[in-house]
């Protein structure tokens, strides 16, 4: 059977649903296919109950600092209220019910059911094809990618998705990995008294960040009791029914009861049907233009776009494709102050650029720093005050191109120096400021002083 439609979207993470959304809205016939959760990754396992997780663990971590600050106060970890307040207030219990709902009352149509592409324009599932005359749209997410190591396939191991969904917490826990959702993970689970081990095949934690964030992280980790092992290959994984044992070529085995593979994600394009429209199917993402455009008439957000796998991006670009499809004007896609937060404590914000980045890119570089606990705030903060702030600068622009915000707030304080990235705030502008006393984000004045310094621009 072949129906008429004007949009067909494929995937309703958080980006289709409200490009879906949106166009229904606007008048136009159109239909969302999902075979997963309605919401996506972001609600029923990400961003939501992930940092409920996050939330409970740094409550612990905050009472165990009282000492010597303000009396003496016994903790006792309890991972019940911490599962139940997932259950009940972050993903209910993995029912989509009322997100296909909120999809509906826009006026849209809902497939539940995994999609294919069948030819331009054409999207088929459960033995219909939706045929639209306007667009396609892309939003199917991504999948975790499991390292190619001997026997790993083969064992019962763990995703996020697994790490959130526990009712009970594990004896150990192994992890391979050390990005930011899987450090997020490991500190969570570790402040409620699991004993974690950290496996990164890189040289350094967060190895997409700047160096001084790998070590700041790494002594947090450490004073968690969390085993970190870098530059360590996984050669075999195994299972004998009660615990894992991951080896080496170079250092002792590791065993945990459970294991955690956290390695990345990439788009499963072999999945939809892109090469009966001229894409790559081995590709890690669908390459799109600054409208969202992946080919005529058809578009792709989200993380399948490869621009961060951030909430944030999918909506950003959800809106600029919203916007092509109906003709409304508006800017196009602009990633120079792309932001993201890793949520462990300390927290790391970071805009842009980073310095090594920078200088690939052929800018002439100059960088100003400032640590958090020299900053007034961050003395007064006492314990759990860890942190930096770092400017990366374009001296030629005089402006910033990146910055990094770590410690107590650090994804908050960066919406300052977001701005500042985006709009092309002169440095000489950020120099002469008033800054709040006594707050976190006074630090920035400090930093931009040691930039304008290194840069030459006092």
């Keep these: 059977m072949v129906e008429q439609v004007d949009v067909v979207v494929l995937g309703l993470g958080v980006g289709g649903e409200i490009v879906g959304g949106k166009l229904a809205r606007a008048g136009m016939d159109v239909v969302g296919i999902e075979a997963d959760l309605v919401g996506g990754e972001c609600p029923f396992w990400g961003c939501v109950p992930s940092k409920m997780m996050i939330r409970a663990a740094n409550l612990l971590q905050e009472g165990r600092r009282i000492d010597g600050m303000a009396g003496h106060a016994q903790i006792d970890p309890d991972w019940g209220p911490v599962a139940q307040r997932i259950r009940s207030e972050g993903t209910s219990d993995w029912d989509d019910s009322a997100a296909v709902e909120r999809f509906r009352s826009t006026g849209a149509r809902f497939v539940r059911g995994r999609g294919t592409l069948t030819g331009p324009g054409r999207v088929e599932v459960k033995g219909t094809v939706y045929e639209a005359s306007r667009a396609v749209v892309l939003a199917t997410g991504t999948r975790p990618v499991v390292p ?139 390459e799109v233009d600054e409208r969202m455009r992946a080919g005529d008439g058809l578009y792709a957000v989200g993380d399948l776009t490869g621009r961060g796998q951030h909430t944030h991006v999918a909506t950003y670009q959800a809106m600029i494709a919203v916007r092509d499809i109906t003709g409304e004007p508006g800017p196009p896609a602009d990633y120079r102050a792309l932001p993201r937060v890793t949520y462990t404590d300390p927290e790391v914000g970071v805009v842009g650029m980073t310095e090594a980045q920078a200088r690939d890119a052929g800018l002439q570089v100059a960088t100003g720093m400032t640590e958090l606990p020299k900053v007034a705030r961050g003395w007064i903060h006492g314990p759990g005050n860890e942190g930096f702030l770092k400017l990366v600068g374009d001296t030629d622009a005089g402006v910033l191109v990146g910055a990094t915000s770590a410690g107590p707030a650090g994804g908050e304080v960066l919406a300052m120096l977001s701005l500042a990235v985006q709009e092309r705030v002169p440095v000489t502008h950020l120099r002469h400021m008033m800054y709040a006393y006594p707050t976190f984000y006074r630090g920035i004045a400090d930093a931009v002083r040691d930039l304008a310094r290194n840069a030459g621009l006092e």
């Excluded at 992890?175 to 500190?187: D, I, P, R, S």
């Excluded at 190895?207 to 009791?225: K, Y």
């Excluded at 530059?231 to 029914?241: E, K, L, P, W, Y």
């Design 148 to 286: 190619p190591v001997d026997g790993l396939a083969d064992t019962p191991y763990w995703t996020n998705r697994q790490a959130v969904e526990a009712d009970v917490l594990p004896e150990s826990l192994a992890m391979l990995g050390g990005g930011a959702v899987g450090l997020e993970l490991a500190q969570a689970y570790a402040r409620f008294g699991v004993p974690v081990t950290v496996v990164e095949v890189a040289d350094r934690l967060l190895p997409a960040e700047e160096p001084e964030t790998s070590a700041l992280i790494s002594e947090a980790l450490a004073a968690d009791g969390i085993t970190v092992h870098t530059s360590a290959a996984a050669q075999r994984v195994s299972h004998d029914g009660k615990q894992f044992r991951v080896e080496f070529a170079d250092r002792p085995a590791v065993t945990a009861q459970r294991l955690l593979v956290s390695a990345g994600r990439r788009g499963d394009l072999a999945g939809l049907g892109v090469d009966t429209v001229g894409l790559d199917p081995d590709a890690a993402a669908v």
